[in-house]
C-alpha cells in the first residue's frame, strides 16, 4: 500500500504559479513511478505529467508542456508540480498518483484545488 498526499493548491491569479507537492508513504518510493492528473468540473480527469522512478524521465500533456514542471526527491519521498504560469483553463482538482508497472496507476491522492481567476 501506498498513502499519496497533495499540497499546495489554492487560488491565484492567470500568469502567477503554483508549486504542488505529493507526500508519499508505505512502500518503497523508488518502486513507483509518479504522475500528476487533473479534473475540472463537468471533465473526466486527464493526465498532466508524469516521472520516471528515477527522475530521469518526464512526460507532459500538451496542454501544459512548457508550463509546468514535475520533479522529484526520493529522498524525501515527494513529488512536486511546478505550474507556470497558471492559465484560467488549468482550474481543477489536481490529483498524484504511483505506478508500479510500465502502464496503469496504482494509488492516487485526494486531490487539492487549485483555481486560477482572470
Known amino acids: 500500500q501506498v498513502q499519496l498526499v497533495e499540497s499546495g493548491g489554492g487560488l491565484v491569479q492567470a500568469g502567477e504559479s503554483l508549486r504542488l507537492s505529493c507526500a508519499a508513504s508505505?512502500?518503497?518510493?523508488?518502486?513507483?513511478?509518479m504522475g500528476w492528473f487533473r479534473q475540472a468540473p463537468g471533465k473526466e480527469r486527464e493526465f498532466v505529467a508524469a516521472?520516471?522512478?528515477?527522475?530521469?524521465?518526464?512526460y507532459y500533456a500538451n496542454s501544459v508542456k512548457g508550463r509546468f514542471t514535475i520533479s522529484r526527491d526520493n529522498a524525501e519521498n515527494t513529488v512536486q508540480l511546478q505550474m507556470n504560469p497558471l492559465k484560467r483553463e488549468d482550474t481543477a482538482v489536481y490529483y498524484c498518483?504511483?505506478?508500479?508497472?510500465?502502464?496503469?496507476?496504482?494509488?492516487w491522492g485526494q486531490g487539492t484545488q487549485v483555481t486560477v481567476s482572470s
Open positions: 516521472i520516471s522512478w528515477s527522475g530521469g524521465s518526464t
Open positions: 508505505g512502500r518503497t518510493f523508488t518502486m513507483y513511478r
Open positions: 498518483a504511483a505506478g508500479a508497472a510500465s502502464v496503469g496507476w496504482d494509488y
